[in-house]
Nanobody
Framework: QAQLVESGGGLVQPGGSLKLSCAAS????????MGWYRQAPGKQREWVAT???????NYADSVKGRFTISRDNAKNTVYLQMDSLEPEDTAVYYC???????????????WGQGTQVTVSS
């Protein structure tokens, strides 16, 4: 099994920045896409951004131009740099990895435990 451990959440004022990190560990053979999702109170979980193993990125329209996703394949780690934060960005942020376990021929999704991001003055 794999573990995804997130860090970097916290309280920030509107217009501020935060950087989230998520490190995957365990019996991992390879990782395909890695991404971030978020869930605000009373709302469904929504997709934020994805980065492929080759570095290709995609963003939700709501964060495009403000958030930057990146990854370090050697460290099995994905990052989310969040700039120009708005109160609407307040949510629990979850990382996701589509990975292949050692000895397996299929890919499966693994999730982190979530980290709280609060944007408030």
């Amino acid at each position: 099994q794999a573990q995804l451990v997130e860090s970097g959440g916290g309280l920030v004022q509107p217009g501020g920045s935060l950087k989230l990190s998520c490190a995957a560990s365990g019996s991992i053979f390879s990782i395909n896409n890695m991404g971030w999702y978020r869930q605000a109170p009373g709302k469904q979980r929504e997709w934020v951004a994805t980065v492929s193993s080759g570095g290709h990125t995609n963003y939700a329209d709501s964060v495009k131009g403000r958030f930057t996703i990146s990854r370090d394949n050697a460290k099995n780690t994905v990052y989310l740099q969040m700039d120009s934060l708005e109160p609407e960005d307040t949510a629990v942020y979850y990382c996701n990895a589509r990975l292949q376990y050692t000895g397996s021929v299929v890919f499966s999704d693994s999730w982190g435990q979530g980290t709280q991001v609060t944007v408030s003055s």
